[in-house]
């Protein structure tokens, strides 16, 4: 399902994916308390890549953990900076990602939460999210403050990219035939917003099978 423009045709019209302009909105201060919330108890670190690269993008968790290092990416229970469990899903998240994968047609209750940290100059290049355990699930995700140019493909590295700009409050749901896609975010370009100068990215998924 996709989300119709003004004009009713899809602004984005890949199957699977639904663009939810602005649906974050009302939640977004609330949302942003909780982000800084967790990244008190587990800070955002930029982590380091199986080829030795360090990631342009900050990053901590909620719930169920991404993590990258040396030997690889996994999902863990524990911020390996602290040993600890990584901080609960606030509830503010969970509701938030419940209702934007039911807009989007699916029954959805994500058990973890990667929060990235944008600064001007921070990007992501191409790849899959194939980490997790039930493909059948969506991932939700959430664009607060600055505006970024987001970067969506195929199933092949090398297919053609169609890009999007996702702005404070959208929010996407990436499922079915899009689930695998290859998708990446373009350098962050400096700017101002009322939330600070950066921008945070949720994405929400079903780790356990
Ligand atoms: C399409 N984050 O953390 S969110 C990531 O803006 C990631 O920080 C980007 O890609 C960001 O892994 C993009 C949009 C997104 C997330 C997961 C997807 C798009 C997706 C999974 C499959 C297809
Ligand atoms: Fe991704």
């Not at 373009?186 to 939330?195: K, N, S």
């Amino acid at each position: 399902m996709t989300q119709p423009d003004l004009f009713g045709v899809p602004e984005f019209g890949r199957e699977g994916v639904s663009l939810l302009r602005g649906f974050a909105l009302t939640d977004a201060q609330e949302l942003v308390a909780a982000i800084e919330a967790v990244a008190r108890v587990a800070p955002f670190r930029h982590m380091t890549v199986p080829g030795g690269g360090r990631m342009s993008v900050g990053m901590t968790n909620a719930g169920i953990g991404w993590v990258a290092d040396s030997k690889g990416y996994r999902y863990d229970h524990q911020d390996p900076l602290s040993g600890q469990p990584w901080p609960a899903l606030p509830p503010v998240f969970t509701h938030l990602a419940e209702r934007a994968a039911q807009a989007a047609g699916f029954g959805f209750t994500p058990d973890g939460c990667l929060i990235n940290r944008y600064e001007p100059g921070a990007k992501m290049g191409l790849h899959q999210d194939i980490n997790e355990g039930d493909y059948s699930a969506p991932i939700v995700s959430v664009s607060l403050g600055l505006p970024a140019t987001f970067q969506f493909g195929g199933l092949k590295r090398s297919d053609p990219v169609e890009k999007i700009t996702l702005h404070h409050g959208d929010v996407v749901v990436w499922g079915g035939p899009a689930r695998k896609s290859f998708h990446g975010v373009l350098t962050l370009r400096a700017g101002h917003h009322v939330i600070g100068n950066h921008r945070y990215n949720l994405t929400f998924r079903k780790v356990l099978g």
